[in-house]
């Protein structure tokens, strides 16, 4: 039984390796070699072409290569020769041979398939260009966005996003640079890209006018550009946070605890009396003296500015006054609109209106500088008690309404341009000199939120503080959250005011 199962497996091995047929073209010779290889045959090097066939020049070390050859797939086909599954009966037990040349014929007829462009199932197999047609079949549209609104299309974990892409059969493709204002709807058919995009744009529409996306942009009237304005904010600030010297022969009155010490000179009686030897320097007589006879003098412990700092600063932070919740000195401004400008195309646009407002603005102004004074602090809701936001008011110098008859130029003219939110149309100018916002406080990480602070002794002190007389010089429209080299906010756009009387 044995001896037989060698012969049929040289046998078949001479049958089906002694000489293949193989296109004539060098590209389908290489690519044989690569499934030989692939399919775990062993390839002899000793092989060549001749006359289109493919000869064996070593028959013997092909017998030992035809035993080692492995299956390609568990399914064998049948060939020409009807070899396939073949079973056999040797003294009265049918046996099972499996044919490898199947699967090696198989292996050679389908790289001569793949070559000549036809696939597995006979089909003939898309070239190059037909791949680039189905390409361009799909369709695509591109949506204007905004860094700012990213979060909003993809959603929490990316929910937002998932579920349009799996509703509409389309795939959302988000930039990966926050530079980037663009994101892209993919999809084989345009009426699910269409339908798709205006779910989109029905996230951002919905985000825009919701208090999640914050104010982005607004149009300010510099102060910070003054500095004994600047300066004064500054020791206003530390004069509020006690960031001046303290007195230390006030320290000398206090000890570690806070409170006064007991009169100066004052023993105590329960210490123990103690002698102390004395030895002089000529001679080696001793003397005895009772410390009780020394005068004893008091001092209470020094108390160092860091402890004398924290404790107002524990003081100030249960009256919810920190640092945070101050304007910086060097963005200091008056407000003439805020504005939410998602894109790149929204900012240009502003920065156009505003250029091109400006000689209205000087009307408005009668060609004339405007000067205003600031004085006192006032509470814009509530009570200084449980002040949000405390600021100086604005009075025109002279009376006049110059100044806010430009502003309104101003604010008409982005109404105009659609650059102004429908929650915001109604919104009733207001000049006034923030200082302290509690909007702006930076919680600690456990820390409960404090959305208000008491002002009352701020109040009591700075409550008819003079800041002084100021000329209004020109008009921003500044970006939130970026600062130019001055400090001041980053300037996109400006127009400047009279600064000096103009004549006909």
């Known amino acids: 039984m044995i001896a037989y199962r060698s012969f049929l497996s040289v046998d078949l091995a001479r049958k089906f390796t002694k000489v ?36 064996d020049m070593d028959r013997k070390k092909q017998k030992m290569v035809a035993k080692t050859w492995r299956p390609v797939s568990t399914q064998s086909r049948s060939t020409e020769g009807g070899l396939g599954d073949e079973k056999h009966d040797f003294g009265g037990q049918v046996q099972e041979i499996k044919c490898t040349v199947s699967s090696y014929e198989s292996t050679v007829q389908k790289a001569v398939q793949v070559s000549e462009g036809i696939d597995l199932e006979g089909r003939a197999t898309p070239s190059a260009d037909d791949e680039s047609l189905s390409a361009a079949q799909k369709h695509s549209v591109t949506v ?61 529409d919905e985000a825009v006018k919701s208090r999640y996306l914050d104010y982005s942009h607004f149009v300010s009237l510099p102060l910070a550009i003054h500095p004994e304005l600047v300066n004064k904010l500054i020791n206003f600030q530390n004069s509020v946070l006690g960031n001046t010297v303290v007195n230390e022969d006030e320290n000398l009155e206090c000890d570690s605890s806070g409170k006064t010490s007991d009169a100066e000179g004052e023993q105590n009686l329960s210490e123990p009396r103690i002698a102390v030897e004395l030895k002089t320097e000529d001679s080696n007589d001793r003397v005895k003296i009772d410390k009780t006879n020394i005068p004893l003098v008091s001092y209470s412990a020094k108390v160092s500015k860091s402890s004398t700092s924290d404790s107002k600063a524990s003081k100030l932070l249960d009256l919810g006054i920190e640092k945070s919740i101050f304007i910086k000195p060097k963005t200091f401004h008056l407000t003439v609109l805020m504005l939410k400008l998602w894109n790149k195309d929204r900012v240009e646009a502003a920065a156009e209106v505003l250029r091109s407002v400006s000689p209205k603005v000087i009307d408005a102004l009668e060609s004339r500088p405007v000067s205003i004074r600031l004085k006192g602090l006032e509470c814009m809701k509530g009570s200084p008690a449980k002040a949000r936001v405390v600021y100086a008011p604005v009075e025109v110098i002279g009376g006049e309404d110059r100044l806010l008859r430009a502003c309104q130029v101003i604010t008409n003219a982005f109404i105009e341009a659609g650059l102004v939110l429908e929650n915001d149309l109604n919104q009733k100018l207001k000049l006034h000199a923030t200082v302290m916002n509690a909007r702006h406080r930076k919680s600690n ?60």
């Open 20 to 55: 293949h047929v193989v296109p004539k073209r060098t590209q389908h010779f290489q690519l044989l070699q690569r499934c030989f290889s692939s399919s775990g045959f062993s390839y002899s090097s000793r092989t060549h072409i001749e006359g289109g066939l493919l000869v």
């Open 144 to 204: 204007k966005a905004g860094a700012s609104l990213m979060r909003f299309i993809r959603g929490k974990g990316g929910a937002t996003q998932r579920t349009i892409e799996e509703e509409m059969k389309v795939k959302i493709i988000l930039p990966f640079s926050r530079n980037e204002d663009c994101l892209i709807v993919e999809g084989n058919s345009a009426e699910s890209v269409a339908r798709a995009s205006d779910r989109v744009q029905a996230v951002i």
């Open 445 to 504: 990480r456990g820390s409960k939120k404090v959305d208000s602070f008491d002002a009352r002794k701020i109040f009591g002190q700075y409550g008819l503080e003079d800041w002084g007389e100021y000329l209004v010089r020109e008009a921003h429209l500044s970006q939130r959250f970026v600062f130019d080299d001055d400090g001041y906010y980053h300037c996109c756009a400006s127009i400047p005011f009279p600064e000096e009387m103009q004549l006909d």
